[in-house]
C-alpha cells in the first residue's frame, strides 16, 4: 500500500474521507520523513485519532519530526516572554516573526498556523533542524537547552558547548602552571656570562 492509499485508509477509518486533493497535499509534506517513522504515525492516528484526519495529527506522531501546530504554537509563544530561551525550528521562528506583531493571542493564533503550515510545506526534505534562541535570563537558558538534549531536539552536551551552566554555578578556572624557577649556574658558566656581558658593553662604548 503506497503512501495516498494508506493515508486514505486511516481517514476512513477515523472519521470522514478526505477529497483526492487533501489526500495528495498531505502525502507530498509526509513524503518528506522517512516512510517507517510516517507508516507507524498513521497507525497511531487509526488508533488514536476520532475526528477527520489532518497533518498536524500525523506529524504530531512522527517522532522528532516537525511538531503540530498547537505544540508549534505553544512553543513560539514563549518568545514573547524576553527571559525565556526558545528551542524551535525554522518553520515556528518564521512564523512567529508573521504573529507577533498582533498583540491578540486569538488572532495571531490563526496568522501562525497559517504561517506554519504553509512553512512545513516548503520545508526541505527530512527531519527539522532545531536551533536555540537565547533570552536573558540565564537559569531559563541552561534549563532549556538541556530539556531540549533530553528529548533529542539538540545533541547531547550541547549546553557544554554553549558554555551554559546550572544556576549558581561557577565557571571552572583553568589552573596556571606554577612558575619554574632559574636553575643555578655552575661557576664556570657564571663566569663566562659575566665575561660575556663586560664585552658586550664595551663593544656598545666603543661604539
Known amino acids: 500500500m503506497d503512501l495516498i492509499e494508506l493515508i486514505d485508509a486511516?481517514?476512513?477509518t477515523v472519521g470522514k474521507p478526505l477529497a483526492p486533493p487533501a489526500i495528495a497535499l498531505m502525502a507530498r509534506t509526509l513524503e518528506a520523513y522517512p516512510e517507517?517513522?510516517?507508516?507507524?504515525?498513521l497507525e497511531r492516528c487509526s488508533r488514536e485519532c476520532r475526528?477527520?484526519?489532518?497533518?498536524?495529527?500525523?506529524?504530531?506522531r512522527i517522532p522528532g519530526g516537525h511538531p503540530g501546530v498547537e505544540e508549534a504554537w505553544a512553543i513560539a509563544r514563549q518568545a514573547r516572554d524576553e527571559g525565556a530561551t526558545v528551542v524551535w525550528t525554522k518553520p515556528?521562528?518564521?512564523?512567529?516573526?508573521?504573529a507577533a506583531p498582533d498583540p491578540n493571542d486569538i488572532t495571531a493564533r490563526l496568522?501562525?498556523?497559517?504561517?506554519y503550515q504553509r512553512l512545513v510545506a516548503e520545508a526541505p526534505r527530512g527531519l527539522p533542524l532545531w536551533g536555540v534562541s537565547l533570552g536573558h535570563d540565564a537559569g531559563l537558558r541552561y534549563r532549556a537547552v538541556c530539556d531540549a538534549e533530553e528529548v533529542g531536539r539538540l545533541p547531547r552536551g550541547e549546553h557544554e558547548r554553549m558554555g551554559l551552566l546550572p544556576p549558581g554555578a561557577e565557571p571552572r578556572l583553568r589552573a596556571l602552571p606554577a612558575p619554574r624557577e632559574a636553575e643555578p649556574m655552575a661557576a664556570g658558566e657564571l663566569a663566562s656570562a659575566g665575561l660575556a656581558f663586560l664585552a658586550k658593553l664595551k663593544g656598545e662604548a666603543a661604539e
Open 111 to 115: 496568522a501562525f498556523k497559517d504561517a
Open 10 to 12: 486511516v481517514a476512513e
Open 36 to 41: 517507517a517513522l510516517v507508516a507507524k504515525a
Open 92 to 98: 515556528m521562528s518564521e512564523a512567529w516573526g508573521i
Open 51 to 60: 475526528h477527520r484526519l489532518t497533518l498536524a495529527d500525523v506529524l504530531d
